[in-house]
């Protein structure tokens, strides 16, 4: 069972991502309201992937996947976007997500897309 920190600025979504996941065989650890509460909680709980939305308050999901992977490089980041992020979804690329999903998502394009990252090496 793999282990899953999810990050979003909106409750909802991250709810509803863990809904998705719990049911899907993952285990949510934790989850964040921002960049900020990404990094410390990724440094808390260690988890084997982190869904990112990209747009949040106090720091975007790029700035915090540039901290998480300079903690740590193998971080297994998955960038959560609405339609129209191309350019930033590309930069989060760049700068290490191993994937992304766009907003609004079909469950199994979720668990697919997490199944593929967390068996990467």
Do not use: C, W
Not at 108 to 116: A, D, G, M, S
């Amino acid at each position: 069972m793999y282990t899953v920190l999810v990050v979003d600025d909106a409750a909802f979504m991250r709810l509803a991502i863990k809904n998705v996941l719990e049911k899907n065989e993952f285990k949510v650890v934790a989850d964040a309201k921002n960049g900020v509460e990404a990094i410390q909680k990724y440094i808390e709980f260690k988890p084997d992937i982190v869904t990112m939305d990209i747009t949040m308050p106090d720091m975007s999901g790029i700035d915090a996947l540039k901290k998480i992977r300079e903690y740590d490089p193998n971080a297994k980041i998955v960038m959560v976007s609405a339609m129209g992020q191309e350019r930033m979804v590309k930069e989060a690329i760049l700068n290490g997500a191993k994937n992304f999903i766009v907003k609004p998502y079909k469950e199994e394009h979720i668990v697919q897309t997490l199944r593929k990252v967390a068996a990467e090496n």
